[in-house]
Nanobody
Framework: QVQLVESGGGLVQAGGSLRLSCAATGRTFSSYGMGWFRQAPGKEREFVAAISWNGGSTSYAESVKGRFAISRNNAKNTLYLQMNSLKPEDTAVYYC?????????????????WGQGSQVTVSS
């Protein structure tokens, strides 16, 4: 019922910025909590940020607090992740996810739908 497609990834130098977008289809988008996860080579997928159904609540991993900002535009069925002051350790495939709950889940089990991922590479 929900399909997610990420875009906006690419190569950027350390200290630079990127904005990821996640376009969603499905009538239930506006009622779902949304999140971003990332997976670096050889590592487990980890939580990055989450946002409640109406954008009223957000949650961030400690490693990205103050640098990343999650937002959503329900009228456009789109989720965003603004990434500033990027570091080489931010290099990963970034996935957007939609959950069946309206809050901010920080675990993979909180989400039913996943995008295919978008590569973000930060050079030194």
């Amino acid at each position: 019922q929900v399909q997610l497609v990420e875009s906006g990834g690419g190569l950027v130098q350390a200290g630079g910025s990127l904005r990821l977008s996640c376009a969603a289809t499905g009538r239930t988008f506006s009622s779902y909590g949304m999140g971003w996860f990332r997976q670096a080579p050889g590592k487990e997928r980890e939580f990055v940020a989450a946002i409640s159904w109406n954008g009223g609540s957000t949650s961030y991993a400690e490693s990205v607090k103050g640098r990343f900002a999650i937002s959503r535009n329900n009228a456009k069925n789109t989720l965003y992740l603004q990434m500033n002051s990027l570091k080489p350790e931010d290099t990963a495939v970034y996935y957007c996810a939609a959950g069946v709950i309206s809050g901010t889940s920080i675990t993979e089990r909180g989400y039913n739908y996943w995008g295919q991922g978008s590569q973000v590479t930060v050079s030194s």
